[in-house]
Structure formats: structure tokens, C-alpha cells
């Protein structure tokens, strides 16, 4: 298993080649104006966030005024895809595959999912270096 982001938003690992466990730890800003507002990315001045998460996490460089819906979000808020988002203590978790690289014989694939359920238990308890500490046989 690698790390190939850990942030604040977004933690990315590399449970073998062709398998990615993505860790959202972030939920939507819900606004009472409107409570499905976008930011358009074709109006808003845009950064990508980490070099290691998924593209769909961006960071505005500067304000952005919606004057339909009168919303305002302020320069630094992270978006993800199009939308506002904040922290949360409540993650959500992706597995992403190409292929059939989430195959195999009956140990290959318990074994990947040892790793997933491994990093999971990990970040319920919030312990960074679990997942990492785990790897060297230690918890």
C-alpha cells in the first residue's frame, strides 16, 4: 500500500496497482439561499488543491459573487467538483478501479481488502500513522 495524498480534504492511497482508496473527509455547504448552488467554474479563478488528490478538488484564488442567488463564498474555499465544501469528522470512502484490477485468487483479494478495511478502522480512531505503523506490523 502507498500514500499518494494526505491532506486535510482528501487522503488518496494506492492499495496495489489499478486500485485507489480515496478518503473524503468533507461534506457539501449547504446554503440557505440556495440550497443546490454551484460555483461555475467558467466565471470563477480557480487553483488546483493538492498535486496528489483527485482533479475535482479546487481552491478559489479569489471571492466569488453568484448574483442570482446573492451568495458570496469567500477566496480560499475549497470546492469539490463544483461545489463548496467544508470539513467533517464524518468521511466517506471510494474505491476506484481500471480493469479488473480488483481480482484474484481468494487471498490476493481478501488481502486488498484487509488493506481498505486497515485504512478505514485507522481513520475512525483519526491515528495518521495507523495505516503506516500497520505496514511494519504494529498498530
Not at 17 to 30: A, S
Not at 88 to 117: L, P, Q
Not at 120 to 139: L, T
Request: charged share 30%.
Amino acid at each position: 500500500m502507498e500514500v499518494l495524498a494526505n491532506t486535510e480534504y482528501q487522503d488518496v492511497y494506492r492499495i496495489v496497482d489499478g486500485v485507489l482508496l480515496i478518503v473524503n473527509k468533507f461534506k457539501r455547504i449547504i446554503y440557505d439561499e440556495d440550497k443546490y448552488f454551484r460555483v461555475s467554474f467558467s466565471k470563477a479563478k480557480l487553483k488546483s488543491y493538492n498535486k496528489g488528490c483527485q482533479k475535482w478538488l479546487k481552491v478559489l484564488k479569489e471571492d466569488y459573487y453568484d448574483a442570482y442567488s446573492n451568495i458570496t463564498v469567500p477566496k480560499g474555499t475549497v470546492l469539490y467538483q463544483d461545489y463548496p465544501i467544508k470539513l467533517s469528522n464524518v468521511y466517506k470512502y471510494e474505491v476506484k478501479t481500471t480493469g479488473t484490477s480488483f481480482s484474484g485468487n481468494y487471498s490476493t483479494v481478501k488481502s486488498i481488502i484487509n488493506d481498505i478495511r486497515e485504512v478505514i478502522d485507522c481513520n475512525e480512531f483519526k491515528d495518521v500513522a495507523c495505516y503506516i505503523n500497520a505496514k511494519d506490523g504494529e498498530k
